[in-house]
């Protein structure tokens, strides 16, 4: 597998594509308005971009280049449709590809969030499993995130996606292949706050659609 190094706007369309593949499948391969509603959304989004249809454009082009997307025309329709190939340009797994996704979607995020965001991907059995995944991410022969060390004022480290380079290089990154042996186990109170803040994200979500 190739190493890949994503810009920020291609992260974007990456993720973008991934999430509405899982989530919304009856409404997928994307055409390009819809795409670039999908980047510039502001549920679920951390950062939330406002990009121009010229940067989406741009940023399919380099996706495809490195194999991770493909840009299509299916045979009586006049728009050109954008689809994602992330499991075969990245060889990931189904469920690795949702924990990518909503890292390049939501940048750093505890394993904790990662499962509850996930939900509305794939179905997770346990925190555990979640962290089994991420771990294979990490442990790849060329890995696609990282745990990093927990920083002063956070309860858990938090994991990030390495498609686009170290976004806070002030910042220790543990070893890939092992994760941190000191991370704390999530407390009840914590998965709850996080599973409440998951809610209502699917919530704006649904009435961003509805809308």
């Known amino acids: 597998m190739p190493f890949v190094e994503l810009t920020q706007i291609?992260?974007?369309?990456?993720g973008a594509l991934i999430e509405k593949h899982m989530t919304t499948p009856d409404h997928y391969p994307l055409t390009t308005s819809s795409l670039i509603s999908a980047?510039?959304?502001?549920?679920?989004?951390?950062?939330?971009l406002t990009l121009s249809e010229g940067e989406?454009?741009?940023?399919?082009?380099?996706?495809?280049?490195?194999?991770?997307?493909?840009?299509?025309?299916?045979?009586?329709?006049?728009?050109?449709?954008?689809?994602?190939?992330?499991?075969?340009?990245?060889?990931?797994?189904?469920?690795?590809?949702?924990?990518?996704?909503?890292l390049l979607l939501r940048g750093p995020q505890t394993?904790?969030?990662l499962?509850?965001?996930?939900?509305?991907?794939?179905?997770?059995?346990?925190?555990?499993d979640a962290e089994r995944i991420l771990e294979s991410m990490a442990s790849a022969d060329i890995p696609v995130a990282v745990l990093l060390d927990r920083v002063p004022g956070q309860?858990?480290?938090?994991?990030?996606?390495?498609?686009?380079?170290?976004?806070?290089?002030?910042?220790?990154?543990?070893?890939?292949?092992?994760?941190s042996p000191s991370a704390p186990v999530p407390s009840r109170l914590d998965?709850?706050?996080?599973?409440?803040v998951a809610l209502q994200e699917r919530v704006s979500d649904l009435e961003s659609r509805l809308e």
Do not use: F
């Open 10 to 14: 291609e992260a974007r369309v990456l």
């Open 56 to 102: 989406v454009i741009e940023g399919m082009d380099s996706l495809r280049s490195q194999g991770l997307a493909r840009t299509v025309k299916r045979s009586g329709e006049r728009a050109l449709k954008h689809l994602e190939i992330a499991d075969e340009g990245l060889d990931i797994s189904r469920e690795q590809k949702a924990l990518l996704a909503v």
């Open 39 to 48: 980047c510039n959304q502001t549920s679920n989004r951390d950062p939330v």
């Open 111 to 113: 394993s904790g969030e």
């Open 155 to 179: 309860k858990e480290p938090r994991w990030m996606h390495l498609l686009g380079g170290d976004p806070m290089p002030d910042r220790d990154v543990s070893d890939p292949a092992e994760p």
């Open 191 to 196: 998965l709850l706050e996080a599973q409440v």
């Open 115 to 128: 499962r509850l965001r996930t939900e509305r991907y794939v179905s997770l059995d346990s925190l555990e």
